[in-house]
């Protein structure tokens, strides 16, 4: 049985930056896309960092240029290092996986088969 569990969330003032990990159990194999996807009070989730098996990454336009998402292989760990966060990302933090498929998008990692229990992250202006 696959489980995921992400660690590493917090609070953190406007401008500041936080990295989130999420490691993987039960994997037979590394062959598996990752992803982060977020979700706020009273808004739908929002996927904002995929990474397919070639370590190719895609971003929403939300967060391009601020967080990076990263993998160790040899952990089955995935991060996500959140750089010049705002307010607006205030949300609960959720790591996902899914086997390689089609083209990964960014907008699909909500929907992939595993996810994590989240992990709180609160943005203070």
């Known amino acids: 049985e696959v489980t995921l569990v992400e660690s590493g969330g917090g609070s953190v003032q406007a401008g500041g930056f936080l990295r989130i990990s999420c490691t993987g159990y039960?994997?037979?194999?590394?062959?598996?896309?990752w992803g982060w996807f977020r979700q706020a009070p009273g808004k739908e989730p929002e996927g904002v960092a995929a990474?397919?098996?070639?370590?190719?990454?895609t971003y929403s336009d939300s967060v391009k240029g601020r967080f990076t998402i990263s993998r160790d292989n040899r952990e089955n760990t995935v991060y996500l290092q959140m750089n010049s966060v705002k307010p607006e990302d205030t949300a609960m933090y959720y790591c996902?996986?899914?086997?390689?498929?089609?083209?990964?998008?960014?907008?699909?990692?909500?929907?992939?088969?595993?996810r994590g229990q989240g992990t709180q992250v609160n943005v203070s202006a």
């Open positions: 990474m397919d098996i070639e370590g190719i990454a």
């Open positions: 039960g994997f037979t194999d590394s062959r598996y896309c």
């Open positions: 996902a996986a899914e086997r390689p498929g089609t083209i990964v998008k960014v907008e699909q990692v909500p929907v992939w088969g595993y």
